[in-house]
């Protein structure tokens, strides 16, 4: 079978495996394994869930909807974990590196609930997003239909590229580079502002808590 070649051989398999024996149960499974804990890879797994679209095993809605759900349930559960254990909790388990934890909850403070759909966008920052609305405990509703959104724009996107090019290892590549160069300017002004130093100053100040959100009771 034509793959995704350079995301490895036995990762890319495994995956494969799981989705032709599973289906949508396995798609379901695995995102709320990657909202929770970041692990396996959404791109990774849309992209194969793409090229199983275009062959007709799967469909699209139907696909997109239970990976954006399962995505979206494992943020919960993350989000459950910070807010109802704080942050220290969730540190110990050295599943994310506490400075960059520190770092994306200051520009939580300073941007709102805004942040959680963008941050949701952007690879290498998704991860985190759950952790600050955790701790400023953001309203549980309005939490989970942030995360839906995103995760189910997220989803559009990489399966749309598994439809297209998922049978094309070049032209896989090609579009592989451009989307990297794309990604990779994004998040590095992100990034950029993670460390401004008005962020590193409340950091070093040891200003590390948020403001109180709207409580869901």
């Given amino acids: 079978m034509g793959g995704i070649a350079t995301f490895g051989y036995n990762a890319h398999m495994d995956l494969e495996a799981l989705i032709l024996g599973g289906s949508y149960v396995s798609i379901f499974a695995l995102m709320i394994a990657n909202g929770f804990v970041s692990f396996p890879s959404s791109q990774v797994l849309y992209i194969i869930v793409g090229y199983f679209v275009g062959t007709g095993y799967l469909a699209l809605i ?54 959680l759909f963008i941050g949701k966008l952007l690879p290498a920052i998704k991860v985190f997003v759950p952790i600050p609305a955790g701790v400023g405990k953001v309203h549980r ?38 989307l990297m160069i794309v990604a990779g300017v994004v998040v590095f002004l992100f990034y950029r502002y993670m460390n401004s130093g008005a962020i590193l100053k409340e950091l070093e100040g040891g200003v590390h808590g948020l403001p109180d959100a709207k409580s869901d009771k």
């Avoid at 239970?66 to 979206?72: H, I, K, M, Q, S």
């Avoid at 959104?149 to 592989?176: R, T």
């Fill in 141 to 178: 509703g309005a939490f989970a239909a942030i995360m839906f959104a995103a995760s189910w724009a997220w989803s559009f996107i990489f399966i749309g590229i598994g439809y297209f090019f998922g049978k094309s290892a070049e032209v896989w590549k090609s579009y592989g580079i451009i």
């Fill in 62 to 115: 139907p696909a997109s909807l239970v990976g954006a759900l399962g995505n979206t349930i494992g943020n919960i559960f993350l989000y459950e974990a910070v807010r109802r254990h704080g942050i220290r909790y969730i540190e110990r388990f050295k599943i994310f590196r506490a400075e960059d934890i520190r770092k994306v909850e200051m520009v939580f403070q300073k941007k709102g609930l805004w942040f």
